[in-house]
């Protein structure tokens, strides 16, 4: 078994080498089943691990899986909470963000109420919610809409968000190439803050394919903020683990994308300073944390899930949720204020504020580390 998880019988080639590979791959029954762009996608029934491991490094990669670890297994699964937001209406939306899940829950046809007006879609964009043998939600159907409304709770009502729905409902997992045709439509639109609240490992550590390839083409004053996953290890995970940019004469060389890795702090400890939360990657490749403990968003509507628990309120249409996904939205919401505040790039919010926030250390196996600490809005309570 693989530690990294693939769609099976799928292999990922760059248009320029189909010619000098299909012969090999014809030879392990893997033939071309379509694909657009610089990408093309082979199919067969041998295993990948087997077939990529015959064809040594180069050439092909597997149609990587990424999903919403730990959260679509209920080990942080959401709570209830007597909180509620504050409604806001929209303003003129002048700036929009783009995000990247599991789509948004409707309800009669219409979003939860603190998104109303604030979040942008289409039909192929909103979730279907998957119910469980007690009549209540099953997998991570909110998972998108709580994320949407992580990132509006940081920004004014001039700010908006634009859904992209690519992560199943039920299983919390999405490919690479669903990802990366998600990030060329949200560019074809002209959005250049994008947030993607995901994770997983890959084959032998090596960026995936189509989602390296749509970051390319980004601008290069774009920003993509990734979450860090939930697996409380220093392992580089993807998207979050990409470094586009290179070194030049000891300068960064900005002609990419800026990918933002955000690691989770448990700010319910010692809110001046912070611990890494439990469940938190972390590492030399994070490049931000904020907090991922107990974070308040809209959830799905009151009274669902139903609460079998009497000494827990009853689901109000809001939850407390922790996970790293949460801390990349604190972190989008962040940069997207900056953005509207400043009449700038994305790219230059996001070095402001992290060149702005306060800094707290992080002990790894090299030494200590300090990492810029995003703080998000205060919640509710705080």
Not at 119 to 133: G, I, Q
Not at 204 to 217: C, F, H, V
Not at 278 to 301: C, H, K, L, Q, R
Not at 336 to 360: P, V, Y
Request: aromatic share 8%; net charge negative.
């Amino acid at each position: 078994m693989t530690r990294y998880r693939h769609r099976a019988g799928e292999l990922l080639v760059h248009a320029d080498d189909c010619a000098a590979i299909h012969a090999e791959l014809a030879e392990f029954g893997y033939h071309p089943a379509g694909g657009t762009g610089a990408l093309r996608r082979f199919t067969g029934s041998r295993p990948v691990p087997e077939v990529l491991a015959a064809l040594g490094p180069g050439g092909a990669s597997p149609n990587h899986l990424f999903g919403l670890d730990r959260i679509i297994w209920n080990d942080l699964r959401p709570k209830s909470t007597w909180d509620t937001l504050d409604l806001t209406p929209a303003g003129d939306i002048s700036l929009r963000v783009g995000v990247i899940d599991t789509g948004i829950v409707l309800r009669d046809g219409v979003p939860h109420e603190f998104l109303r007006e604030r979040v942008c879609f289409e039909p192929e964009d909103t979730a279907r919610v998957v119910y469980d043998e007690h009549g209540n939600p099953a997998g991570s159907a909110a998972h998108g809409s709580f994320v949407a409304g992580v990132v509006l709770k940081q920004v004014p009502p001039e700010v908006g968000v634009r859904m992209k729905g690519a992560i199943d409902e039920e299983s919390g997992d999405v490919e690479d190439l669903a990802v990366a045709n998600a990030i060329d439509a949200l560019n074809a639109e002209g959005i250049t803050l994008i947030n993607l609240s995901f994770s997983g490992a890959t084959w032998e550590d090596k960026p995936p394919k189509a989602i390296e390839d749509a970051l390319r083409r980004l601008p290069q004053h774009a920003v993509v903020v990734a979450s860090a996953g939930n697996r409380g290890t220093r392992q580089r995970v993807y998207p979050a683990g990409f470094k586009l940019a290179a070194t030049v004469g000891g300068r960064p060389d900005e002609d990419h994308v800026k990918v933002v890795a955000v690691g989770s702090v448990d700010t319910s400890h010692d809110p001046a300073k912070p611990p890494v939360a439990d469940f938190s990657n972390f590492g030399p490749w994070i490049s931000a944390y904020a907090n991922g403990v107990d974070v308040t968003g809209p959830y799905f509507w009151p009274g669902c899930p139903a609460q079998r628990h009497s000494d827990e309120p009853d689901f109000n249409g809001y939850a407390v949720w922790s996970g790293t996904s949460f801390s990349a939205a604190i972190v989008t919401g962040q940069i997207a204020a900056k953005m509207h505040e400043t009449r700038g790039s994305a790219r230059a919010a996001a070095d402001a504020l992290l060149n702005d926030a306060e800094k707290i250390c992080v002990w790894d196996v090299n030494g200590k580390l300090e990492r810029p600490f995003v703080r998000g809005v205060p919640e509710p309570g705080e």
